[in-house]
């Protein structure tokens, strides 16, 4: 034996060891750091969590967990993230086609279905706003309104 083996014993590691999810939970924590004087979990942590929630179904509860992050003091690019991770959940939920996209800043927006003759939307979905789902809104005030799928008509 050399020197170097024999300096260095063999221990085999005592306990379980950290589940693949553990480990993503891990990294994507360092990549966005995220202070313990921050209230509430990370924008990172939710959007990871978000997607666990959809790839178990709940399209909903992913949704929703979205719309509590608070996206003011995000990245721009941790915004833009977030939104293509709404963006996606939204789209999968509201498949209609008759769903509006408005999105008035970097990681705001709110998914709006026309009720009655369409001068007024109901709030289906947001981000970064303080609308909740089910309330009215008028459309004349809404700039930039956009089909939420392709082929959708508004």
Same mark, same amino acid.
């Given at each position: 034996m050399t020197t170097a083996t024999t300096s260095v014993p063999f221990t085999a590691t005592?306990?379980?060891?950290p589940s693949l999810e553990a480990l993503v939970d891990?990294?994507?924590?360092?990549?966005?750091?995220?202070?313990?004087?921050?209230?509430?979990q990370s924008l990172a942590r939710s959007v990871h969590d978000a997607r666990?929630?959809?790839?178990?179904?709940? *399209? @909903?509860g992913?949704?929703?967990?979205?719309a509590g992050v608070d996206m003011a003091a995000a990245e721009p690019h941790e915004a833009r993230w977030?939104?293509?991770?709404? *963006? @996606?959940l939204a789209r999968r939920r509201c498949r209609e086609g008759r769903a509006l996209v408005y999105s008035p800043d970097l990681g705001r927006a709110a998914v709006l279905d026309p009720r009655g003759d369409g001068s007024t939307l109901e709030v289906l979905a947001t981000l970064g706003m303080r609308?909740?789902?089910?309330?009215?809104v008028s459309r004349r005030s809404?700039?930039?309104l956009r089909p939420l799928v392709k082929g959708g008509s508004q």
């Open positions: 005592a306990g379980p060891q891990r990294l994507v924590e360092s990549i966005f750091r995220s202070t313990d004087d921050e209230p509430g666990r929630l959809r790839h178990a179904g709940d *399209l @909903d992913a949704l929703a967990l979205l977030a939104y293509n991770e709404w *963006l @996606d609308w909740r789902p089910g309330k009215t809404l700039r930039g």
